[in-house]
């Protein structure tokens, strides 16, 4: 027998066993995922469009669905430039402090998103270090839209950087070099070598980024000071309505969160297959 077959043979499961994983699997996903999913969309729609539709379009609804698109159209931008310069000095070039920056990249997956917050607060509040300053020239960062952002892009930006990190390890630096010899400006290089061999990679990391971007809570909760029509995103908008019991109009805005989950979902499926299959090209051109 063939060592191929023997390995086969070692893996192999009775069908049973294949069969009941398989089940729990797809149980667990309808009780955590399906099911909620959609609740949402049937509590949304239960009474009607014209409900639902007056839940969009109303005052409140309006302005917490305009702040959070304000939010993520500064914030993604920014952590996309930060995230290619970061992910090109870390895989490019080799310099004291390497292992802090990445480090710090990674500092808010690790720090509690309220912590965050509260941070901003205690540094750009009345009573923090900068609040004097800001109040004698009539400048509000926290409980107003600079402050929102400014959480924002503290939550989102290890999303782009650390989607280009390994494939740009992985690429090496020798297109470069070899560009720079052949006498390519820094810019060319980017422009006609590096961002091409990216170009999927990073895409995913903006769609990873503006999602949690627009669905961001506990930072975003604690700097707004929850100002009806003025600071509330559209997270902080469902939180209040469904305090305040109105269920229909609290699940018509969660939709469009949820809506933007499941376009989300198969932009990054087509969009990570595209990253595996550039970054496997990557290592085995690495490895000849």
Request: with cysteine; aromatic share 10%.
């Given at each position: 027998?063939?060592?191929?077959a023997e390995g086969r043979n070692a893996t192999a499961e009775p069908a049973w066993v294949r069969r009941t994983l398989i089940a729990v699997a797809l149980l667990f996903l309808a009780l955590f995922l399906f099911v909620p999913l959609a609740t949402v969309f049937f509590e949304a729609l239960k009474k009607g469009?014209?409900v639902y539709l007056a839940a969009l379009v109303e005052d409140d609804a309006r302005s917490a669905i305009w702040l959070t698109l304000i939010a993520a159209?500064?914030?993604?931008?920014?952590?996309?430039?930060?995230?290619?310069?970061?992910?090109?000095?870390?895989?490019?070039?080799?310099?004291?402090?390497?292992?802090?920056?990445?480090?710090?990249?990674?500092?808010?997956?690790?720090?509690?998103?309220?912590?965050?917050?509260?941070?901003?607060?205690?540094?750009?509040?009345?009573?923090?270090?900068?609040?004097?300053?800001?109040?004698?020239?009539?400048?509000?960062?926290?409980?107003?839209?600079?402050?929102?952002?400014?959480?924002?892009?503290?939550?989102?930006?290890?999303?782009?950087?650390?989607?280009?990190?390994?494939?740009?390890?992985?690429?090496?630096?020798?297109?470069?070099?070899?560009?720079?010899?052949?006498?390519?400006?820094?810019?060319?290089?980017?422009?006609?070598?590096?961002?091409?061999?990216?170009?999927?990679?990073?895409?995913?990391?903006?769609?990873?980024?503006?999602?949690?971007?627009?669905?961001?809570?506990?930072?975003?909760?604690?700097?707004?000071?929850?100002?009806?029509?003025?600071?509330?995103?559209?997270?902080?908008?469902?939180?209040?309505?469904?305090?305040?019991?109105?269920?229909?109009?609290?699940?018509?805005?969660?939709?469009?969160?949820?809506?933007?989950?499941?376009?989300?979902?198969?932009?990054?499926?087509?969009?990570?297959?595209?990253?595996?299959?550039?970054?496997?090209?990557?290592?085995?051109?690495?490895?000849?």
């Open positions: 027998m063939s060592s191929r469009w014209e159209a500064i914030s993604v931008p920014l952590n996309l430039v930060f995230g290619v310069a970061a992910a090109w000095c870390i895989a490019k070039f080799e310099f004291r402090g390497k292992s802090l920056l990445l480090t710090l990249i990674d500092l808010p997956f690790s720090v509690s998103p309220v912590i965050a917050g509260l941070i901003f607060v205690l540094v750009f509040g009345l009573q923090g270090w900068f609040g004097e300053a800001l109040r004698d020239h009539d400048l509000k960062v926290i409980f107003a839209v600079p402050g929102i952002v400014l959480a924002t892009v503290f939550i989102t930006f290890p999303f782009v950087a650390r989607e280009l990190i390994p494939l740009m390890q992985a690429q090496g630096r020798e297109q470069e070099e070899a560009a720079v010899v052949l006498g390519a400006s820094g810019w060319q290089v980017f422009r006609r070598v590096t961002l091409p061999n990216i170009k999927w990679a990073l895409l995913y990391g903006v769609i990873l980024c503006n999602a949690r971007a627009m669905g961001e809570f506990g930072a975003v909760s604690v700097v707004s000071g929850h100002i009806r029509g003025q600071t509330n995103t559209m997270p902080l908008h469902i939180e209040i309505l469904y305090n305040e019991y109105q269920f229909a109009a609290a699940f018509a805005v969660s939709s469009l969160l949820a809506g933007l989950a499941l376009v989300t979902l198969g932009l990054k499926y087509l969009v990570e297959r595209r990253v595996k299959a550039q970054l496997s090209s990557a290592r085995q051109d690495d490895t000849h």
